[in-house]
């Protein structure tokens, strides 16, 4: 569409050909007619065929991994070291994952890696700022945040500074 708002519809279930609450705006290319246009559009690196793959599979095995060291540890129901370990073993898919995030943002080119920069930027200062107030609010009866709070703290501000930062550049 010419304006750059996409008009999303339900494809199944009751709602099915009626439009979503959200019109999307942010196509910048005017093309854009389903949400993985839209995906597409406001994250470059999902147009890589080979950074889906390397990210899918990274993800793939990190659910594989914690599958399994679940059922190990229920099974073997281990102490000290060998807990630990076996606590750890799905991080190898984490890494996995950070390292196809990694390679994704080397094939950008410079305005999308500018961009990927500035949503970086706002998710890690927004994530320090929350974390720490988070402190600060905790001596006064907040319950303690766990470090497993972080990362979707993260990731919704490196979404949100993902709108910033492309509607700065248009």
Not at 5 to 21: H, K, L, S
Not at 37 to 51: G, I
Not at 81 to 93: D, Q, R
């Amino acid at each position: 569409m010419s304006d750059g708002i996409v008009d999303i519809r339900y494809r199944i279930g009751p709602f099915a050909g009626e439009q979503t609450p959200l019109l999307w705006k942010g196509c910048l290319t005017g093309r854009c007619q389903t949400v993985k246009d839209v995906l597409q559009e406001a994250f470059p690196m999902f147009r890589s065929k080979q950074y889906i793959l390397e990210l899918g599979g990274a993800l793939v095995l990190y659910a594989v991994l914690l599958i399994g060291a679940n059922a190990l540890e229920r099974a073997v129901q281990p102490v000290g070291s060998l807990k630990l370990a076996i606590n750890l073993v799905p991080m190898i898919g984490m890494v996995a994952a950070a390292w196809a995030i990694l390679r994704g943002l080397w094939r950008m080119d410079e305005m999308q890696r500018r961009i990927q920069f500035d949503a970086i930027a706002i998710s890690f200062l927004g994530t320090a700022l929350i974390t720490f107030g988070w402190g600060f609010a905790e001596g006064g009866g907040l319950p303690h945040l766990r470090a497993f709070a972080v990362w979707p703290i993260m990731g919704t501000l490196w979404g949100l500074g993902m709108v910033f930062a492309q509607r700065r550049y248009r």
